[in-house]
């Protein structure tokens, strides 16, 4: 019965593919003298099979992601980008903002933009969910274990003149969903009523001896480049919406409200002959605002949160085929046992990261750090982007 749910969900993706990958392209709708209206957008449809230690086997094919997005530009130097997701669309939220900023270029080796836009950590997070390898992010580029997701504020980044070295700094209002189970990020644009609120700062620093690489994985290219980053943040509570918390106690088991983060990064990167390695390591301390709570994350109303990830692949000579793998693990001070994730996959590019089609097995042992606790997962995704 598995093999058979898992075969219906490769063809159905498979096929559907097939039909829409003759179209791909941009499409830039006006252009004049530097002035351009640009529409474009990513569609991917993916197909999740989960079978549990101890529970029922389950499937379901959604759009994972469904974005299209304007950018354009009426003045030189500057430039705009709205891009909203369809598929993402939770509860109340029925649409959510991504992108949504300004930004101007009219510096030298530098960016400012203002608005909804990624903060400077985690590698991973950094690079686009359509460049990623692997169909589902690592722990260390989740928003829902400590790293920060698009925030909204004033976001710098620059570059020296070779673009040997690279750089980012954030200044931005974040959101903490405070379940207990997650240190979940999330933007104040999509805010739900009982997220805790507060300012985030930050920065990252990244060097490439070989020259740029680009927040992207797999190797098409076949040159050799290299890159490593360390990045930092810090993130405090205001304190206008603590929801879960009366007189310095909290009033719910399964959410906490959070006081206080910090968070630090090292990653790097490697491109070579087809062969490509991601690895990162993320360490996130967080303490709750009822300085006694226990669970979840939580011991004693703090936490000490570290995430592992290395990934990589190898790209068949044509470029159409990639064999990937990648571990996983994450700790925190109230769990039983390190939780770990194992994935092979088997990427199809039938048009690079435009047009492809990938399957990722994924094997999960200890899940939310419960000794035991495992789970078997498969994911096929369908990816179109304009």
Do not use: C
């Amino acid at each position: 019965m598995r093999e058979r749910l898992l075969a219906k969900g490769i063809m159905m993706l498979v096929a559907g593919m097939a039909t829409t990958a003759v179209n791909a392209g941009g499409i830039t709708v006006y252009k004049d003298q530097g002035k351009y209206v640009k529409l474009g957008g990513r569609i991917q449809l993916q197909y999740h099979y989960q079978d549990p230690d101890g529970g029922s086997s389950s499937d379901e094919v959604f759009f994972r992601r469904l974005r299209p997005y304007i950018e354009g530009s009426l003045h030189p130097d500057w430039k705009g980008k709205f891009q909203f997701d369809l598929g993402d669309a939770k509860g109340d939220n029925e649409v959510a903002i991504k992108d949504a900023y300004m930004q101007y270029k009219g510096f030298e080796g530098m960016k400012v933009t203002i608005g909804n836009a990624n903060f400077p950590f985690s590698r991973e997070l950094l690079t686009s969910s359509k460049k990623q390898e692997l169909v589902e992010r690592t722990f260390v580029g989740d928003h829902n274990y400590g790293t920060p997701d698009r925030n909204l504020g004033v976001h710098l980044t620059g570059h020296n003149g070779d673009k040997t070295l690279t750089w980012g700094a954030s200044l931005a209002a974040a959101d903490i969903d405070p379940d207990v189970n997650k240190l979940d990020f999330d933007t104040p644009v999509n805010g739900n009523s009982d997220f805790n609120q507060g300012w985030m700062v930050g920065g990252r620093v990244d060097y490439h001896p070989f020259g740029y690489l680009k927040f992207s994985q797999g190797d098409f290219k076949r040159e050799t480049k290299a890159t490593i980053g360390i990045a930092a943040y810090a993130w405090n509570n205001d304190d206008d919406n603590n929801t879960y918390t009366a007189g310095g106690v909290s009033t719910s088991a399964s959410k906490a409200d959070v006081d206080k983060v910090s968070g630090f990064e090292i990653s790097g990167a490697f491109r070579s002959a087809g062969f490509s390695v991601d690895a990162e390591y993320n360490r996130f301390d967080a303490d709750t605002v009822d300085g006694s709570f226990t669970g979840g994350i939580y011991r004693n109303g703090s936490t000490t949160l570290e995430n592992w990830a290395v990934e990589g692949g190898y790209m068949l000579p044509g470029n159409h085929y990639e064999l990937v793998a990648g571990y996983q693990s994450q700790d925190a001070d109230n769990y039983q046992d390190t939780w770990t994730r194992t994935s092979l996959g088997l990427n199809w590019f039938i048009h690079k990261h435009d047009v492809k089609v990938q399957f990722t097995w994924r094997q999960g042992q200890n899940l939310k750090g419960q000794r035991g606790q495992d789970e078997n997962e498969a994911f096929v995704q369908a990816q179109y982007v304009f």
